[in-house]
């Protein structure tokens, strides 16, 4: 069981958008504006795509995006692209002596 | 660029301690935060805790009472150790870098080492 929830699997075909759902409580997600989502291959380092809920890590393509609403972060993704298959993680700052939780991880699938 | 590689063994022996090395190659250890994560096989990335270039650290609750994070500036390495282990430490361990303006998010990490807890 993860502090934040993420949808198991989502999937898509090429050019098409899809958005994945990062859900918190009020304690992380919902009051700070300190989450971040990570895409990871298989057997290769995580790679930061966006952090403080909105800003595109150095180097990302303008395809990805994020956003937050009450304690539900997300990350879209539009125009999917083959190389977008990974899976994608957000983590979250939180009030509880945790100081970082994460998500259960979403496996994203270009059709 | 820079790059972080994990090292240690493998395979550790119950109730022994977990003892794992991060080098950061491409860039100095200073002015930032070093963090160790981990992810149980079919679960989700926890956070262990972190170690900051100036030798404070933060760890996990749930760790706390095992876990050492820390730096060697002369090697520009740091490392964990996770004592009295059992089978629910078995695990991809990570080592990543946040920025010393925020250590709420991780720019670099490593690609991760899987350490067994068995006998």
């Known amino acids: 069981h993860s502090a934040l929830t993420q949808p198991a699997s989502v999937s898509g075909s090429p050019g098409q958008p899809i958005t994945i759902s990062c859900t918190g409580t009020?304690?992380?997600?919902?009051?700070?504006?300190?989450v971040s989502w990570y895409q990871h291959h298989p057997g290769k380092a995580p790679r930061l795509m966006i952090y403080d809920v909105t800003k595109r890590a150095s180097g990302v393509s303008f395809r990805f995006s994020g956003t937050k609403s009450g304690n539900t972060a997300s990350l879209t993704i539009s125009g999917l692209q083959p190389e977008d298959e990974a899976s994608y993680y957000c983590?979250?700052?939180?009030?509880?002596?945790?100081?970082?939780?994460f998500g259960g991880g979403t496996k994203l699938t270009v059709l | 660029q820079v790059q972080l590689q994990e090292s240690g063994p493998g395979l550790v022996k119950p109730s022994e301690t977990l003892s794992l090395t991060c080098t950061v190659s491409?860039?100095?250890?200073?002015?930032?935060?070093w963090t160790w994560i981990r992810q149980p096989p079919g679960k989700g990335l926890e956070w262990i805790g972190y170690?900051?270039?100036?030798?404070?650290?933060n760890y996990s609750p749930s760790l706390k009472s095992r876990v050492t994070i820390s730096l060697d500036t002369s090697k520009n390495q740091f490392s964990l150790n996770l004592r009295s282990v059992t089978a629910a430490d078995t695990a991809v361990y990570f080592c990543a870098r946040s920025p010393r303006y925020s250590n709420y998010y991780f720019d670099y990490w490593g690609q991760g080492t899987l350490v067994t807890v068995s006998s």
């Open positions: 170690v900051s270039d100036s030798g404070d650290t």
């Open positions: 009020s304690s992380d997600v919902g009051y700070y504006n300190y």
């Open positions: 983590s979250s700052y939180t009030s509880s002596s945790t100081f970082l939780i």
């Open positions: 491409g860039g100095s250890i200073s002015y930032y935060y």
